[in-house]
């Protein structure tokens, strides 16, 4: 069994984000920015916020988190996303999620101006993706999809099962394996036999947020399995991939952590470079 290293993966995209962020500078004189709004005091979020701007800072990118308190006015946040939208400093804006309840998540997605949607979240983008046009692709999706290419260069005829239709992950993952003629079904909580359609799967992506749902007897052999879960439970941190059994199944299979985890952020990065890439055409 592979197990496939999302830390190593990521660890080389940034690498190679790091050459091109050099090349871009000596091209055009400045370097890509990434904006982040952290809204509250979320000990994940600011983790998950942290890590960006580390990582963002590594490769090379100008990076600036903007902190607000979880009961700032959501025309304050309105209006600093359209500052930034102005900015030609700023090629990617993120708002961390989630928001306080206060605050209309719809709105926010929609200020941003969908060339510096970091995340892919826009509905221009996500029409865009779905249509086949060049758009962000939501980072995490666009991370698992880099780490089964890794395991399977030809994905054209396979069957990928998603497990989740989430607009975050399942929904934006069916849309890249689709454009690889992956035949894709794609399931949910109302699916009649979750287990029936998973063992169908030649590619199956667990993104539902149920720790361990899917069991070994549920996994094709030889399958490639990407866990996208992380579930705090008693025994620690574990994915919606009962691990232990299904590593006894699949051809590959990503831990967690150190699976898509890693490659969520770095995807974040490759998104920033190419928002300004496109602005720069
Ligand atoms: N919170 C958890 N994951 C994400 C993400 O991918 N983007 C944003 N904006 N917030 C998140």
């Given at each position: 069994?592979i197990l496939?290293?999302?830390?190593k993966?990521?660890?080389?995209?940034?690498e190679?984000l790091?050459?091109?962020?050099?090349?871009?500078?000596?091209?055009?004189?400045?370097v890509?920015?990434?904006?982040v709004?952290?809204i509250?005091?979320?000990?994940?979020?600011?983790i998950?916020?942290?890590n960006k701007?580390?990582?963002?800072k590594?490769?090379?990118?100008?990076?600036?988190?903007?902190?607000?308190?979880?009961?700032?006015?959501?025309?304050?946040?309105?209006?600093?996303?359209?500052?930034l939208?102005?900015?030609?400093?700023?090629?990617?804006?993120?708002?961390?999620?989630?928001?306080p309840k206060h605050?209309?998540?719809?709105?926010i997605?929609?200020?941003?101006?969908?060339?510096?949607?970091?995340?892919?979240f826009h509905?221009?983008n996500v029409?865009?993706?779905?249509?086949g046009?060049?758009?962000?692709?939501?980072?995490?999706?666009l991370?698992?999809?880099l780490?089964?290419?890794?395991i399977?260069?030809?994905?054209?005829?396979?069957?990928?099962?998603?497990?989740?239709?989430?607009?975050?992950?399942?929904?934006?993952?069916?849309?890249?394996?689709?454009?690889?003629n992956?035949?894709?079904?794609i399931?949910?909580?109302?699916?009649?036999?979750?287990?029936a359609?998973?063992?169908?799967?030649?590619?199956l992506v667990?993104?539902?947020?149920i720790p361990?749902?899917v069991?070994g007897?549920?996994v094709?052999?030889?399958?490639?399995?990407?866990?996208?879960?992380?579930?705090?439970?008693?025994?620690?941190?574990v994915?919606?991939?009962?691990?232990?059994?299904v590593?006894?199944k699949?051809?590959?299979?990503t831990?967690?952590?150190?699976?898509?985890?890693p490659m969520t952020?770095?995807?974040?990065l490759?998104n920033?470079?190419e928002?300004?890439?496109?602005?720069?055409?």
């Open positions: 069994m496939i290293d999302g830390k993966a990521a660890a080389e995209l940034r190679e790091r050459k091109e962020v050099i090349e871009l500078k000596d091209k055009h004189n400045r890509p920015g990434l904006t709004i952290l509250g005091d979320l000990t994940p979020s600011q998950y916020v942290r701007e580390k990582s963002a590594e490769v090379g990118l100008n990076s600036e988190v903007v902190k607000y308190p979880d009961t700032v006015e959501e025309r304050v946040i309105l209006d600093k996303i359209d500052e939208n102005k900015e030609d400093s700023v090629s990617g804006i993120l708002v961390q999620l989630p928001l605050i209309d998540k719809k709105k997605i929609e200020a941003i101006d969908p060339a510096k949607d970091v995340d892919g509905p221009m029409g865009n993706l779905s249509s046009y060049e758009s962000s692709v939501p980072c995490t999706p991370g698992c999809y780490l089964i290419k890794q399977e260069p030809k994905l054209s005829g396979k069957k990928a099962v998603i497990v989740g239709r989430s607009n975050l992950n399942g929904k934006p993952m069916t849309q890249l394996l689709l454009k690889e992956c035949t894709v079904t399931t949910h909580s109302k699916t009649k036999d979750l287990k359609e998973c063992l169908e799967a030649d590619i667990a993104a539902v947020g361990e749902l069991k007897d549920w094709k052999k030889d399958a490639i399995v990407i866990d996208v879960g992380i579930n705090k439970t008693d025994k620690g941190i994915g919606d991939v009962a691990f232990d059994e590593s006894k699949a051809k590959a299979l831990p967690v952590p150190g699976g898509v985890g952020i770095a995807c974040l490759k920033t470079v928002c300004f890439k496109r602005s720069q055409l």
